[in-house]
């Protein structure tokens, strides 16, 4: 079993609409948590850090809940630009575990 | 500002070919990763350093594969001999601070490898 999980979509939404997306972990050691965003065929590159006290950064969301080891992400008003896949990631250590992604295409 | 450096960006190569990947970190960042990324398997570490050493490379998937960091502002990542499944992309990382409480990893362009 992979150390995290996503649902891989894709999510098709409308512009406007608000989107979530889960992940789960298996190692309850894990310390640090993160969404990734990566474009087609670009790197990946942060999104956002997720805290316990859940966090916000204008339309993103992030949320933990460490008791059943799920992180969530939710986009509000969602744009055109945000069409990407979003990698939800978990460190324990030095070693970063990435989710395979889940993808996002938001239309017009 | 310049980010993590890959080179070449792209490579095209037939099988049994040696392959090498090169990675210039961000300047004053300690810590170096290689991953590997397919559709089929997502991001994988391959092998990690943390001031030039090698600290894991329990991801290096066979003796095929070696990296080294012969100085705080290069890497290579070798294949030798390259076989077909080795196509992925291939990026290179670097962060500011190794070890617990890691910072975040910034992640090169990416060489697209194609071995035929």
């Not at chain 2, 090698?54 to 003796?63: F, H, K, L, T």
């Given at each position: 079993r992979k150390e995290v999980e996503q649902d891989p979509g894709p999510f098709n939404v409308p512009e406007g609409a608000t989107v979530a997306f889960n992940c789960t972990y298996s190692n309850s050691a894990s310390q640090s948590f993160f969404w990734y965003r990566q474009d087609c065929r670009k790197e990946p590159k942060l999104l956002m850090s997720v805290y316990s006290s859940g966090n916000e950064d204008g339309r993103f969301t992030a949320q933990l809940n460490r008791a059943s080891q799920y992180i969530s992400l939710l986009i509000r008003d969602s744009k055109l630009s945000d069409s990407a896949t979003y990698l939800c990631v978990v460190n324990s250590g030095y070693a970063l575990n990435f989710g395979k992604g889940t993808s996002l295409l938001v239309t017009p | 500002d310049a980010g993590v450096i890959q080179s070449p960006r792209h490579e095209v190569t037939e099988m049994g070919q040696e392959v090498t990947l090169r990675c210039k970190p961000i300047s004053g960042h300690n810590s170096l990763f290689w991953y590997r990324q397919t559709m089929m398997r997502g991001l994988e570490l391959l092998i990690y350093f943390n001031n030039n050493v090698?600290?894991?490379?329990?991801?290096?998937?066979?003796?095929r594969f070696s990296a080294k960091m012969p100085n705080a502002s290069f890497s290579t990542l070798k294949i030798q001999p390259s076989e077909p499944r080795d196509s992925a992309v291939y990026f290179c990382a670097s962060s500011s601070r190794g070890g617990q409480g890691m910072d975040t990893q910034y992640f090169g362009p990416g060489t697209r490898l194609t071995v035929l």
């Open positions: - | 090698p600290i894991d490379d329990s991801g290096m998937p066979e003796d």
